[in-house]
C-alpha cells in the first residue's frame, strides 16, 4: 500500500505542469517590470497606462465612426488593449497593498494563486482524496483485525496493557497522517514555486490581493509553511480517527465500510459538486 502511495504521488508530481494563458503572460511582464515596493515611478506608470489605454480607445472610436473602416489599423490598436485584463487585475492588487499597512511589495503571484486555491479548481482535493484513501486503506485493517481475533484481550493482560495498546495504535495513525499529507502536499509546493518561481517569499502575505485584510504578520513562505502544517494536522486527525475507529468494529470489512462513508465519499462528493459548477 506504501508503494502505491508512493506511485501515485510520483504520477501527480511528474504529471505537473505550469498552466499559461495570454492574460497571466502580460501579468507577469507587469509584475516582473513593477516588482518591489509601489514607488512613485509605479503608480505613474498606471497613470500613463490609463492614458495610452484612453488614446487608443478614442482612435478605435474614431475609425469605426469613419464611412471607410480601415479594419487593419482597427485590428493594430485594439491588439494593443491585449494587455488590459492583466493591467485591470494588477491595478485591483496594488489598491488593495495601498489599503493596509503592510508594506506589501509587486510580484508575481500566479504561483501562489493556484497553491492557496482562492481562484477555484480542484487540485487539492484530489490529493486529500488520495491522502483519505491511502489512510482508510492502510488503517483500517489494523483495530478490527485485532478485535475480531481476540487479539486485545490478550494485550490487553500483558505489561503495556490497554493504555500501551491505543498509544500504539493512534502513534501508528499519527505517523500515517505526517506520512500521506507530506507524501501529497510537499511535492506539490515544490513544483509550484519550481515552475512559477519563487519571488515574493519574504514580503507580507498581504501583498496577495486575497489575503489584503488578513490581520497577520506573516511572510508568503511563511504562510506557505503554515498551510502545510495546516493540512499535515488534518492528515493526522482524520488518520488517528480511522484508526480509532477501526478499533470499535468487529471486522475489516465493517472497519472499511465506515471509514470510507466517512473520510473518502465526502471528498468525492465535494469534487463531483466543483466539476459540476465549472462545468468540467
Known sequence: ??????????????????????????????TTELSGEITTETLNFFTEKEKQYNE???????????????????????????????????????????????????????????????????EKMFFILFMMIFSVLILSPIGA???????????????????????????????CGIFSATLFFFPYIFNILKKYGTQGLSAPIQSIQQFSNLDISISVCGFILFFLFIHIIGSIICSVS???????????????????????????????KSRLAYGV
Request: hydrophobic content about 40%.
Open 56 to 122: 487608443i480607445e478614442k482612435e478605435i472610436e474614431k475609425i469605426q465612426s469613419s464611412e471607410n473602416i480601415n479594419t487593419y489599423q482597427l485590428n493594430l490598436l485594439s491588439d494593443e488593449l491585449n494587455d488590459r485584463v492583466a493591467f485591470e487585475r494588477l491595478k485591483l492588487r496594488v489598491k488593495s497593498i495601498q489599503e493596509n499597512e503592510c508594506n506589501g511589495k509587486i510580484f508575481y503571484d500566479t504561483g501562489y494563486e493556484r497553491l492557496f486555491q482562492y481562484a477555484g479548481g480542484n
Open 145 to 175: 483485525a485485532d478485535k475480531k481475533t481476540d487479539m486485545v484481550k490478550v494485550i490487553f493482560s500483558t505489561k503495556s496493557g490497554k493504555t500501551g495498546y491505543y498509544r500504539d495504535l493512534f502513534l501508528y495513525g499519527i505517523l
Open 242 to 272: 480511522i484508526a480509532g475507529i477501526s478499533s470499535l468494529c468487529k471486522s475489516r470489512t465493517s472497519a472499511y465500510i465506515i471509514n470510507t462513508a466517512l473520510f473518502v465519499l465526502p471528498v468525492i462528493l465535494i469534487l463531483l
Open 1 to 30: 500500500m506504501v508503494l502505491t502511495a508512493l506511485f501515485a504521488a510520483a504520477v501527480f508530481s511528474a504529471s505537473f505542469s505550469r498552466q499559461y494563458s495570454n492574460d497571466d503572460i502580460y501579468y507577469e511582464n507587469f
